[in-house]
């Protein structure tokens, strides 16, 4: 590895690209279509790992983030986060150089879509199938014909079909309860499908989040795939089942500033402005921040969950360590941490280095 002297976001491109592969595969045996979520990664030079496997069409979170995967070659588009109307300048322009999908929800934003939509402009209607977040109810008909009504007035926008995030999946509290929650979101989009399929034959179901595509293998009439953290996994996911440990592409390596051997603990450069403040339960109950990889004997070695980084505050971590393991930590070391929740530890790194040592910029570098 390359010198590293400050907390540095580290991937493996080729666990990367056995996790694209692995999907793009579960996609193609399911006859779905895979418009992988790139919020994760938000680099231009890892979205054309995914052009390896045949990926054509993405999906992001921002207006800003379509911008910058349009000006890096993509020209199929589907911006996952309710309209901004405040925006609408900038879709506008967008939409008139890439194909370009937005959700509504509301028929404030369908109105101000229907009014000033210049360009030709795909709608998803967001559905909330238990996540409550944001989406319509799929029991609220009504408003799902004022918005389409609305939206009618316009020759320019298409209505897609329905789309939504089962983002209650991360809730779950084991595999079992994913499939469940996964299946009821289905239903309630079939549903949908049905009673819209007459006044729109092509109506789609799109769906994602990493838990379920990940796990479940029931995607009777879904017709796209969308998720995305599964490009790098994390603690998180596999906390729920969603991958196994080598599945995890990713580490923060942070130098080690300080060693306190009455507390069991070292201190390193890495704080909340690089882990964010994620965490899950530790077995002791207690929070756990991130997990420690060593390297012995030439070996990569997962230390088990005495050993893991339990406070974080704005630029220090702090690593509880049985002391065995903490001889073996110096003043100057770097540490390995597998994070929590990589899409934020990402978006705060801003660039990356891979195993190999090349620079990764993002548009946020």
């Given at each position: 590895?390359?010198?590293i ?8 491109k ?38 390896l ?30 309209l ?12 008139a150089?890439?194909k ?10 369908a ?55 089962t ?22 989009l ?17 769906m ?5 595509a ?8 879904v017709?796209?795939l969308?998720?995305g ?22 580490r923060?390596?942070?130098?080690v ?25 530790n ?11 060593i390297?012995?004997d ?24 049985t ?27 801003k ?11 993002t548009?946020?570098?």
């Amino acid at each position: 590895m390359i010198e590293i002297i400050r907390p540095t976001f580290v991937i493996d491109k080729e666990v990367c690209l056995q996790n694209i592969e692995r999907m793009a595969e579960k996609a193609k045996t399911h006859n779905l279509r895979f418009r992988p979520h790139f919020k994760t990664h938000q680099s231009a030079k890892i979205g054309e790992w995914f052009r390896l496997f045949g990926v054509d069409a993405i999906t992001v979170s921002s207006v800003s983030m379509a911008e910058y995967f349009a000006m890096n070659g993509w020209d199929d588009i589907t911006i996952a986060f309710s309209l901004n109307i405040l925006e609408m300048g900038n879709i506008n322009r967008l939409a008139a150089s890439v194909k370009l999908n937005v959700l509504l929800e509301n028929r404030e934003a369908a109105e101000i879509l229907s009014s000033q939509a210049k360009a030709p402009i795909g709608v998803y209607l967001k559905i909330d199938t238990g996540y409550n977040r944001t989406g319509i109810p799929s029991t609220r008909t009504g408003l799902i014909d004022s918005i389409l009504d609305i939206i009618a007035t316009n020759p320019k926008i298409t209505f897609k079909g329905f789309l939504t995030h089962t983002g209650h999946t991360y809730e779950a509290r084991s595999t079992n309860e994913i499939f469940s929650r996964q299946f009821d979101a289905l239903l309630k989009l079939r549903s949908l499908k049905a009673a819209y399929k007459r006044r729109f034959p092509n109506v789609e179901i799109s769906m994602g989040d990493t838990p379920s595509a990940s796990i479940c293998n029931n995607f009777g009439g879904v017709d796209e795939l969308r998720p995305g953290n599964f490009v790098f996994y994390d603690l998180m996911q596999h906390s729920l089942g969603a991958c196994s440990m080598k599945d995890i592409a990713v580490r923060m390596v942070c130098p080690v500033v300080a060693k306190h051997v009455s507390r069991n603990e070292v201190v390193i450069y890495g704080g909340a402005v690089h882990f964010a403040k994620e965490s899950i339960l530790n077995t002791d109950g207690k929070p756990l921040y991130g997990r420690i990889v060593i390297e012995k004997d030439g070996e990569k070695q997962l230390l088990d969950t005495n050993n893991y980084l339990s406070r974080l505050s704005q630029e220090h971590g702090v690593i509880k360590m049985t002391p065995t393991n903490l001889r073996e930590i110096n003043v100057g070391d770097l540490m390995k941490v597998i994070p929590v929740h990589s899409c934020l530890t990402a978006n705060l790194a801003k660039t990356y280095m891979t195993t190999e040592g090349e620079e990764i910029s993002t548009a946020n570098t």
